[in-house]
């Protein structure tokens, strides 16, 4: 079945570059998202990936992509405090481009 | 381009009782996935809507019904209220054209059920 696993929590000083990992299940999975979530609030797209990419680079936000090994992160060049919230990885899985998202990795960065 | 909006915001129900919920998509979107995302967790996919057609539904029970209207808005609706559907909802819009579908993200509904 679909699964995808991140680490929980991550925290770093203002400046310094965060990376957030995830690694997922179905391999035929097409495209892979990173969504951003702060408190009480939906879910903002931050970046994607189509899966036969290995990175895309969208201003401060660097996404890997090793599809043999089913892991996926997200480098946050230059961290500000304003980046601290969730940040969930999500696939699209098998048939109606649904996403599955793993718990989120809770972001925190300190001035 | 207005984005995706959901009402109510907050809403408080019973045990038992029914809800209904709404979503309006992103302008020019066709499909309407409805989340459930539990305090602590990552949404968990309930169904979603292409054309007023369900197309695609995820492990909840039937009681977690939907409609998808002829311009694309959507509501859920939820029977027999129980503890555990306390969760934020959460609505995304997208425009399937058979290859890249983002979903964008309404801000949610928080459903708390006494």
């Known amino acids: 079945g679909e699964d995808v696993e991140q680490s929980l929590f991550l925290s770093v000083r203002e400046g310094d570059s965060s990376v957030i990992n995830c690694t997922y299940t179905?391999?035929?999975?097409?495209?892979l998202y990173w969504y951003k979530q702060e408190p009480g609030a939906g879910l903002q797209l931050l970046t994607y990936i189509f899966s036969n990419m290995d990175m895309k680079q969208d201003q401060r936000l660097t996404v890997l992509l090793n599809k043999k090994d089913k892991h996926l992160s997200l480098r946050i060049a230059d961290t500000q405090t304003g980046d601290s919230a969730i940040y969930f990885c999500?696939?699209?899985?098998?048939?109606?481009?649904?996403?599955?998202f793993g718990k989120g990795t809770m972001l925190l960065v300190s001035p | 381009e207005t984005g995706v909006t959901q009402s109510p915001t907050h809403l408080i129900k019973t045990r038992g009782q029914q809800v209904t919920l709404r979503c309006s998509s992103q302008?020019?979107?066709?499909?309407v996935s409805w989340y459930q995302q539990a305090l602590g967790q990552g949404p968990q996919f309930i169904f979603q809507y292409y054309r007023e057609e369900e197309n695609g539904r995820g492990n909840f029970p039937p009681r977690f019904s939907g409609l998808q209207f002829p311009n694309y808005s959507s509501e859920l609706n939820v029977n027999a209220l129980e503890l555990d559907d306390s969760a934020l909802y959460l609505c995304a819009s997208s425009l399937a054209l058979g290859g890249e579908d983002t979903q964008y993200f309404g801000p949610g509904t928080r459903l708390t059920v006494l």
């Open positions: 302008s020019g979107h066709n499909t």
């Open positions: 999500a696939e699209t899985g098998s048939g109606y481009s649904t996403l599955t």
């Open positions: 179905d391999s035929s999975s097409t495209y």
